[in-house]
């Protein structure tokens, strides 16, 4: 019987994305969900920016979310619980596709009614490391009405791209290559919670 880190490792490996319900406690989706709050309304979130180094700049044309990076040397019991399970994804992904992952990075990811990013890969000339993405949403409840889809852009062997529609249920976990897939966030009609982060092949 393989475990669920192994099932993840296997779909990554076939087709180079993942997408798991459930895959923590609804106790531990809720208090990630409360910290979250907590955090925002102490103003300790940022309006994110693209690039990197000296070409970060706050774009909102291509981006409107707002994040918090959760510092790795300093997790609390509920981060440690999800950054634990994670690491077992890595583990597995490693013994599966040879990706040699090493660290995993993240941000609480807040996308305000109305805002949006706009297609791009999460892999780019700045940031090579950057190989597995690995999202947990985190929402209480979510209908498609309040769409706030990621659209993923699914390459085909035939050159075309097929178009992939996942709702950020809360629980939900997305992983997918950062190199391969390109993704957006469609606009959003309810505030959108996730911790969004990356497995990389650096310490």
Not at 135 to 158: A, H, K, T
Not at 164 to 181: A, T
Not at 182 to 203: A, C, F, Q, Y
Request: proline share 3%.
């Amino acid at each position: 019987m393989e475990s669920i880190s192994e099932h993840i490792a296997s779909e990554i490996y076939d087709k180079s994305y993942a997408i798991i319900d459930d895959f923590i406690s609804e106790e531990l989706r809720a208090s990630l969900l409360k910290e979250q709050s907590e955090l925002l309304e102490a103003g300790k979130f940022r309006i994110a920016a693209v690039g990197k180094g000296e070409k970060k700049q706050v774009r909102t044309e291509i981006r409107n979310d707002q994040v918090l990076w959760i510092d790795p040397d300093n997790l609390n019991q509920f981060e440690q619980q999800y950054w634990s399970k994670v690491d077992e994804i890595r583990k597995a992904i490693n013994q599966r596709c040879y990706l040699g992952l090493r660290s995993f990075e993240a941000h609480f990811a807040r996308y305000p009614i109305g805002s949006f990013y706009v297609r791009h890969m999460d892999q780019f000339q700045q940031v090579l490391y950057r190989l597995v993405t690995v999202i947990i949403y985190l929402n209480d409840s979510w209908e498609p009405e309040d769409e706030g889809m990621l659209r993923m852009y699914l390459p085909q062997e035939d050159g075309s791209e097929k178009t992939l529609d996942i709702l950020p249920k809360g629980g939900r976990l997305v992983v997918f290559m950062s190199g391969e897939i390109p993704h957006e966030v469609m606009p959003t009609k309810k505030e959108r919670i996730s911790i969004t982060g990356w497995l990389r092949d650096i310490d």
